[in-house]
């Protein structure tokens, strides 16, 4: 039972990221509480918003490609570049070549070749042959942990700020790879001074921007 006067020793905190790009493999701290001895912190409540997902594009600069005419519609047919430029994980990308047109990455060989498809709603005719620049935009997220969501919002305890992001695996993760609101389920997840505790939002990707927003409540309480 918490008393009139231990009332006067609580405060309430609120930790809030308004909506911000976090790059590829990149992790943001949303908010740093350090709790003296004898004091605790709860964390009632946890909410992430992930309003958009982005693919990064990679352009080719100096790298020129080619694709030959296709035999027939819809037919699997080879993109060859000059130099290396393609990874496994551009499967499910699209291509979009110095003239507007279109191809999307079916298949990966090496780093030199990769074997695209047309599919609906692309710019690219079915028998077009292509050369020159382009730009590649993933359109399939390339996922770190893959344990995990494109997104990642928890409690890190233990001093996080030493470290060059927050280190370990989140407490009471939330994570999403869709848009939309998350919120963590109510509960007190308390902590106890002396210690450090932040709230950091992450981006579980390697190839796409997350556009996100956190909000958090936070109950502070001096020497219960």
């Avoid at 992790?27 to 350090?34: E, G, I, K, R």
């Avoid at 695209?116 to 997220?141: D, E, H, I, R, W």
């Avoid at 280190?167 to 999403?176: D, H």
Wanted: proline content about 7%; glycine content about 8%.
């Amino acid at each position: 039972m918490i008393t009139p006067e231990q009332f006067n020793n609580i405060r309430v905190l609120g930790g809030c990221l308004p909506e911000t790009i976090v790059g590829p493999e990149k992790s943001v701290m949303v908010s740093l509480v350090s709790v003296a001895y004898l004091d605790l912190v709860s964390v009632p409540w946890l909410c992430m918003h992930v309003t958009d997902l982005v693919g990064v594009p990679r352009n080719s600069v100096l790298v020129t490609a080619s694709k030959s005419a296709d035999a027939s519609a819809g037919a699997p047919t080879a993109v060859t570049a000059n130099s290396p430029f393609f990874l496994s994980t551009d499967v499910g990308s699209t291509i979009t070549w110095a003239n507007g047109r279109q191809s999307y990455i079916t298949a990966y060989t090496s780093s030199t070749l990769v074997t695209v498809t047309n599919v609906s709603g692309l710019t690219n005719p079915a028998t077009a042959s292509q050369s020159g620049y382009f730009v590649l935009n993933p359109t399939v997220p390339d996922i770190v942990n893959t344990a995990l969501g494109c997104a990642v919002c928890g409690i890190q305890s233990t001093s996080p700020d030493q470290f060059n992001l927050p280190g370990g695996y989140p407490e009471s993760a939330i994570t999403s790879s869709a848009v939309g609101v998350v919120t963590a389920p109510f509960q007190p997840r308390l902590y106890s001074g002396p210690d450090k505790i932040a709230i950091s939002v992450l981006n579980n990707t390697r190839n796409f921007n997350l556009h996100v927003a956190v909000n958090a409540a936070m109950r502070y309480t001096h020497g219960l």
